[in-house]
């Protein structure tokens, strides 16, 4: 299905309140002031995900829910590792670089932030259309881009053929960036924008 432009800016306004939400949580987690940019947004299809997201060989951390509700998909959170390493240290309050593949400290302390990136959009998103969106357990994994984009799209389950884009940048700390990827089912964008009044 086409987006038009005016179903774009009211998605791009979803994603300025999760932004919003995202910072809020953040700073009480981080205890400092966080802010984020005005989110990009793009509809795109699977073809076109791997041009947004990086290099295919790119590391990246990566978190990850399913979606369950009457609009069910898989919702995923995208940080390079640089902008992951950067968010852990700031949590721990150390210089030190850490382990984002074996230590388990560090793994717990970057899915619960990406676990506030996914559900501060999602929360805007159900918000916005009056759909429950039930998000699962998160779960992390650390790999090459392509790697990891193929373990999602190769899990069980029909999917849409556009996929929703939010493009983000934090500040506060040294300037982070990541993207929240949300892969609809077959029928649930149509279904959200329906419940949006577009």
Same mark, same amino acid.
């Given at each position: *299905?086409?987006?038009?432009?005016?179903?774009?800016?009211?998605?791009?306004?979803?994603?300025?309140?999760?932004?919003? !939400?995202?910072?809020?949580?953040?700073?009480?987690?981080? #205890?400092?002031?966080?802010?984020?940019?005005?989110?990009?947004?793009?509809?795109? @299809?699977?073809? #076109? *995900?791997? %041009?947004?997201?990086?290099?295919?060989?790119?590391?990246?951390?990566?978190?990850?829910?399913?979606? &369950? $509700? &009457?609009?069910? %998909?898989?919702?995923?959170?995208?940080?390079?590792?640089?902008?992951?390493?950067?968010?852990?240290?700031?949590?721990? #309050?150390?210089? &030190?670089?850490?382990?984002?593949?074996?230590? &388990?400290?560090?793994?717990?302390?970057?899915?619960?932030? $990406?676990?506030? *990136?996914?559900?501060?959009?999602?929360?805007?998103? @159900?918000?916005?259309?009056?759909?429950?969106? !039930?998000?699962?357990?998160?779960? +992390? /994994?650390?790999? *090459?881009?392509?790697? +990891? =984009?193929?373990?999602? =799209?190769?899990?069980?389950?029909? =999917?849409?053929?556009?996929? =929703?884009?939010?493009?983000? #940048?934090?500040?506060?700390?040294?300037?982070?960036?990541?993207?929240?990827?949300?892969?609809? $089912?077959? $029928?649930? +964008? !149509?279904?959200?924008?329906? /419940?949006?009044?577009?």
């Amino acid at each position: *299905m086409e987006i038009s432009q005016t179903q774009l800016d009211v998605l791009r306004e979803i994603g300025n309140i999760g932004s919003g !939400h995202a910072a809020t949580a953040l700073s009480t987690l981080l #205890q400092r002031r966080i802010g984020m940019s005005v989110p990009e947004v793009w509809t795109v @299809s699977f073809e #076109q *995900m791997t %041009g947004i997201i990086g290099q295919l060989d790119d590391p990246q951390a990566v978190i990850y829910v399913k979606v &369950e $509700g &009457e609009a069910p %998909g898989k919702a995923v959170f995208f940080f390079p590792v640089e902008s992951a390493a950067i968010v852990v240290q700031a949590l721990f #309050q150390s210089e &030190e670089t850490p382990d984002l593949y074996a230590d &388990e400290l560090v793994q717990s302390a970057l899915k619960e932030v $990406g676990n506030i *990136m996914v559900s501060s959009f999602l929360i805007a998103l @159900s918000q916005f259309s009056g759909i429950p969106l !039930h998000p699962s357990v998160p779960a +992390l /994994a650390v790999d *090459m881009a392509g790697a +990891l =984009l193929d373990a999602i =799209l190769l899990e069980e389950g029909t =999917l849409d053929e556009k996929v =929703l884009f939010i493009d983000t #940048q934090i500040f506060g700390i040294p300037r982070i960036e990541g993207q929240f990827i949300f892969l609809p $089912g077959a $029928g649930s +964008l !149509h279904k959200l924008l329906g /419940a949006l009044g577009l």
